[in-house]
């Protein structure tokens, strides 16, 4: 099994762009999709990103994804952050058909 | 629009079994593509996936947790259940209950979760 590790928080300014990482710890992260969660407090996660790059209907597109094969993770960037997008974000992939988490990521807007 | 609600003890003494129930309404789980599992959250720590069911009644399980939990779909019911055997303090968690859909690779629906305390 591999490891997703997220830094434990972030924080960034109004109007700012911010990016949170996601660092596979075995095998390539371009093996295996990526998605993106998130949880505000008192919420279900909800999906942000999936398939690496792609956003639900709804969700705006302030909000994309990347894969970086050379330092092996994933990364979130939300640019124009607001105070809404406060939340904790989690990453996610699979190792063969099992689903494994980053241990998520606590996004202040100050 | 799918809804998915979970019911289960709230209490389990150490060592006994936790049964918990996910209730589906707005759709039904034999007309649907989706794997159908559970994942779990610790007060105050991340999400951990417990693992699912797919259509054809394949289960897959997190491969630290595999012995203990079972899974299983009850399409007369509509509804999905998990057992959790032997269970510890460790075991104190959320428990949501989710849809995988194959076609986005996502955990597209949850339940707000039922929480379990293990004390004796």
């Known amino acids: 099994n591999f490891m997703l590790t997220q830094p434990h928080s972030v924080s960034e300014s109004p109007g700012k762009t911010v990016t949170i990482s996601c660092t596979r710890s075995?095998?390539?992260?371009?093996?295996?999709?990526v998605q993106w969660y998130q949880q505000r407090p008192g919420s279900v996660p909800t999906t942000v990103i999936y398939e690496d790059n792609h956003r639900p209907s709804g969700v705006p597109d302030r909000f994309s994804g990347y894969i970086d094969s050379s330092s092996n993770s994933a990364s979130l960037i939300i640019s124009e952050v607001k105070t809404e997008d406060e939340a904790v974000y989690y990453c996610q992939s699979f190792d063969s058909s099992n689903a494994v988490f980053g241990g998520g990521t606590q996004l202040s807007v100050l | 629009q799918l809804q998915l609600q979970e019911t289960g003890p709230g209490l389990v003494k150490p060592s006994e079994t936790l049964s918990l129930i996910c209730k589906v309404s707005g759709g039904s789980i034999s007309g649907s593509s989706y794997n159908w599992g559970w994942i779990r959250q610790s007060p105050g720590k991340g999400l951990e996936w417990i693992g699912s069911?797919?259509?054809?009644?394949?289960?897959y399980y997190n491969p630290s947790l595999r012995s203990r939990f079972i899974i299983s779909v009850d399409t007369s019911k509509n509804q999905v259940s998990l057992k959790v055997t032997s269970v510890t303090a460790a075991d104190a968690a959320v428990y949501h209950c989710t849809t995988f859909e194959h076609d986005t690779s996502q955990f597209k629906h949850w339940g707000r979760g039922t929480l379990v305390s293990v004390s004796s």
């Open positions: 069911m797919s259509q054809s009644g394949t289960t």
């Open positions: 075995s095998g390539s992260i371009a093996d295996n999709y």
